[in-house]
């Protein structure tokens, strides 16, 4: 009951102030409807809010969470993909110019996914977990390949980051992505929250590294 009580506290202070001052933001978004230029995939983790960290307002940013920001392949004659078809709106819909994947330290998802290969359980907790994290297993080959680090921190962190660049190829395994980007109109970025120092690291592909984005 605290947390909902301090909930109400927050909504309060939207209706009072947040949301007055932003009331002709709201009108124009609902008369000319939402235009944003980003789209971003992130976690689901209470610790990595996109909007919080980048400071955006409503409209600003089209955004999908799902446990570990991960992206599938295209696969159109799978289950329900919820994460696909955000991805298809926000590209064939909305025409976004930018899609952002934001992983994160600390991360929960890899870390069930890390605790089944070299874990003490054989028998996995989250049913539905494990099977969504299944789609770590190129990224995690790619990293066994390249020499996975002995320490568990290092180990979590490397496949965290190696897992953004996986969902960044399955980005362009989209048809619709790929013609976006040969066209020029659409740019794809990776990036990695460091929780504890408030840190965006950004992916750069040509070096493979993360380097701390620079913020002036
Ligand atoms: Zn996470």
Not at 19 to 27: D, V
Not at 57 to 66: A, I
Not at 95 to 112: F, P, S, T
Not at 117 to 127: F, I, M, N, S
């Amino acid at each position: 009951m605290k947390r909902i009580s301090s909930l109400m506290d927050g909504y309060r202070l939207f209706r009072s102030q947040t949301f007055p001052a932003q009331r002709q933001l709201y009108r124009d978004l609902v008369e000319r409807g939402q235009s944003p230029r980003v789209m971003i995939v992130a976690c689901c983790d209470s610790r990595v809010d996109p909007a919080t960290i980048l400071n955006t307002r409503p409209g600003d940013l089209f955004m999908v969470r799902n446990v570990a920001n991960l992206v599938p392949p295209y696969e159109p004659h799978g289950d329900y993909h919820g994460t696909s078809a955000a991805l298809e709106f926000a590209v064939t819909g909305l025409e976004v110019e930018h899609v952002i994947v934001l992983g994160h330290a600390y991360c929960g998802g890899v870390k069930a996914f890390l605790d089944g290969l070299y874990g003490a359980d054989a028998e996995p907790q989250y049913r539905f977990i494990t099977r969504w994290m299944s789609l770590l297993r190129p990224a995690m080959k790619g990293l066994a390949k390249a020499g996975t680090p002995h320490d568990a921190d290092d180990r979590q962190r490397a496949l965290e980051q190696a897992s953004i660049v996986n969902s960044l190829a399955n980005l362009e395994s989209f048809p619709f992505i790929q013609a976006r980007l040969k066209a020029g109109t659409l740019a794809l970025h990776g990036a990695w929250f460091d929780i504890e120092r408030g840190l965006l690291l950004e992916y750069d592909a040509e070096s493979g590294a993360y380097t701390p984005l620079e913020a002036d």
